[in-house]
């Protein structure tokens, strides 16, 4: 037997997403064999349709869901009544498997897990067909997968306990400590637990906070209907606001607008979390919030341009103006630019930028505004605007220039 320790493996998790090589999945009962958790809410979505959801963004199409009876099976379909679109075909019992060597998917219920745990599975094992996926919970190993071949299916009636993996698994792997791994009974008692499931390898820790303190929020808008495009366009009102009070030329009018933009940027990272946790990810959301953010930052920046030499000098506030608006236009093309090279080189680009070029700075808006130095601020991000899409064109020209070598 393989037995595969993977406690160096988190940067497994941060790569591109792929679809895996099951094509089906017989979902088990939980580890108490029932269903009862299947038909639960967890934040607004039945506990089942959660787990459906993320099977199909791993690229599974049916998903045979066994050991349940009439009741269960009529509260399972209950449950998934306008889900069609978002999850694989769903039948019950494990007829129609053929006797064959391909591949299928057994998985645990009652479980929640990051779709890139499947993706990672499937990675470890490579060539093995027959192989049991071991994942840490309360201190404990749980079997959360196993792949086995269509023939042998017979052999397997349950996914409970770990006792046996030894002796009916060739290959056994254990998921790296970074993976998220969460049981519904405790989500159930604590929907708080889901964020570990909405946020994203790139999340800065003060995000990740912000996101725990905004979470009795989220769970108003879910309860009522809010939708996270309506949470995105309330922000960005929310921002336009703090433009206003920018604009007027005095010390606390600049400490009330940063206080609003970091108001703005909460919301800006409410929405993408709202719809993570809804499971109503759209890429019309995405371009949404990403259209606003960049006119976002545009206003923000043009009225601090205006609050800065209205009265000064009209004519360098014009320039400075124009000069921003380029530099704006060359940082969002080197920007475009740059995110369709390789993920690892598209990382090296000036990251200090990168971070930068983020909404949350606002809070060092708030800090120059406390100093009375909002026009350092202005001169500050106008260099730093350069500097951001000088660092991403010095990264296409050295990529050129690789490229260029390798082929010659």
């Known amino acids: 037997m393989t037995y595969q320790e993977n406690d160096h493996?988190?940067?497994?998790?941060?790569?591109?997403?792929?679809?895996?090589?099951?094509?089906?999945?017989?979902?088990?009962?939980?580890?108490r064999g029932s269903w009862r958790w299947a038909f639960k809410s967890v934040f607004f979505v039945p506990a089942i349709v959660r787990v459906l959801v993320t099977l199909k963004r791993s690229g599974i199409r049916d998903v045979?869901?066994?050991?349940?009876?009439?009741?269960?099976?009529?509260?399972?379909?209950?449950?998934?009544?306008?889900?069609?679109?978002?999850?694989?075909?769903?039948?019950?019992?494990?007829s129609g498997f053929a006797d064959s060597d391909d591949a299928i998917l057994l998985v645990k219920g009652g479980l929640f897990w990051q779709k890139e745990i499947l993706e990672w599975f499937d990675d470890q094992i490579k060539s093995q067909t027959v192989a049991a996926m071991l994942g840490e919970m309360d201190n404990r190993f749980v079997l959360v997968a196993a792949s086995i071949r269509a023939r042998d299916l017979s052999r397997f009636t349950s996914l409970n306990g770990t006792a046996t993996v030894s002796d009916s698994f060739p290959c056994v792997v254990k998921l790296p400590k970074n993976a998220v791994l969460l049981s519904s009974t405790k989500v159930l008692k604590n929907p708080a637990l889901l964020l570990n499931l909405a946020s994203k390898p790139s999340d800065r820790p003060h995000v990740v906070w912000v996101r725990q303190f905004l979470f009795p929020l989220l769970s108003f808008f879910a309860s009522r209907g809010i939708s996270p495009n309506f949470v995105t366009w309330f922000g960005f009102l929310v921002h336009i606001a703090g433009c206003a009070f920018l604009i007027v030329p005095s010390y606390v009018t600049g400490v009330i607008a940063s206080i609003i933009f970091i108001f703005s940027w909460m919301l800006d990272c409410a929405d993408g979390t709202l719809a993570r946790l809804t499971l109503s990810e759209s890429q019309q959301g995405q371009i949404l919030d990403t259209r606003l953010g960049h006119l976002a930052n545009v206003l923000l920046f043009m009225a601090l341009i205006f609050r800065t030499f209205r009265y000064k000098s009209p004519l360098l506030m014009v320039l400075v103006g124009v000069a921003f608006i380029i530099g704006t236009t060359l940082a969002a093309r080197t920007h475009s630019a740059v995110s369709s090279l390789a993920k690892e080189k598209s990382h090296e680009a000036a990251s200090f930028f990168v971070k930068?070029?983020?909404?949350?700075?606002?809070?060092?808006?708030?800090?120059?505004?406390?100093?009375?130095?909002?026009?350092?601020?202005?001169?500050?991000?106008?260099?730093?605007?350069?500097?951001?899409?000088?660092?991403?064109?010095?990264?296409?020209l050295r990529t050129q220039k690789e490229e260029k070598h390798a082929k010659g």
């Open 9 to 31: 493996a988190s940067t497994n998790f941060a790569k591109e997403s792929t679809t895996v090589r099951w094509k089906k999945v017989i979902l088990y009962p939980d580890e």
């Open 64 to 94: 045979f869901i066994y050991g349940t009876d009439e009741s269960e099976r009529s509260s399972i379909c209950s449950a998934l009544q306008g889900w069609d679109p978002s999850i694989p075909r769903v039948f019950f019992g494990t």
């Open 356 to 396: 930068v070029n983020h909404r949350d700075y606002a809070f060092v808006l708030l800090v120059f505004a406390l100093l009375n130095r909002l026009t350092f601020f202005c001169w500050l991000a106008l260099f730093g605007v350069y500097g951001y899409w000088m660092s991403q064109l010095f990264v296409l």
